[in-house]
């Protein structure tokens, strides 16, 4: 074999091993069939008038008055979809996230042990400087470790 020759089975041989490596490490960190697509991006709900199964079990649901007063307590609820998501060692919620518009407001972290139903609840009080046009946006986000990254949303009133 001729330099050349040799040149070209070694950088051949490094592609075909990158790509088995990175074939391996997807089975390693993703031991269930997972589709990764779900995890390239956020994922919403396309038609909330039609929602997909994955759609109905990972969405995040936002449940809060319609209408605040700046100054006082209230309750911001987020459930993981609309039924009960598992949450073994397999297939699990990792988190529950909440959003006041782009402001990260908390996080709850949840473990794979089977004890929880993936539910936060969190106490928000809100400025009025922090709805200067009386409106405002609560961002959630949940991730599953088979299904990837959810977002949900409910638009509030400030007064
Ligand atoms: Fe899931």
């Known amino acids: ?23 391996f490490a997807a089975e390693k ?3 269930v069939k997972a589709d990764q697509g779900l995890f390239e991006t956020i994922n919403r709900v ?11 079990s990972h969405a995040p649901v936002i449940t809060a008055p319609a209408t605040v ?3 006082e307590s209230f309750t911001v609820e987020v459930s993981v979809g609309q039924v009960v998501h598992p949450m073994g060692p397999a297939h699990w919620i990792e988190y529950i996230e909440l959003n006041i518009g782009n402001e990260p407001a908390g996080r709850i972290d949840f473990e794979p042990k089977g004890y ?7 106490n928000v009080v809100l400025t009025k400087e922090s709805a200067p046009a009386g409106k ?21 009133t400030v007064t």
């Open 1 to 23: 074999m001729n330099r050349r020759n040799f040149l070209k089975a070694m950088a051949v041989g490094t592609i075909a091993s990158g790509i088995a490596g990175k074939a």
């Open 116 to 122: 929880l139903n993936p539910k936060a609840t969190f």
């Open 136 to 156: 405002l946006t609560l961002v959630a986000h949940q991730r599953c470790n088979l299904h990837g990254y959810w977002e949900g949303t409910l638009d509030i």
């Open 69 to 71: 007063k700046a100054g």
């Open 29 to 31: 960190y993703f031991p």
């Open 46 to 56: 396309k038609d909330p008038s039609n929602k997909t199964p994955l759609e109905k």
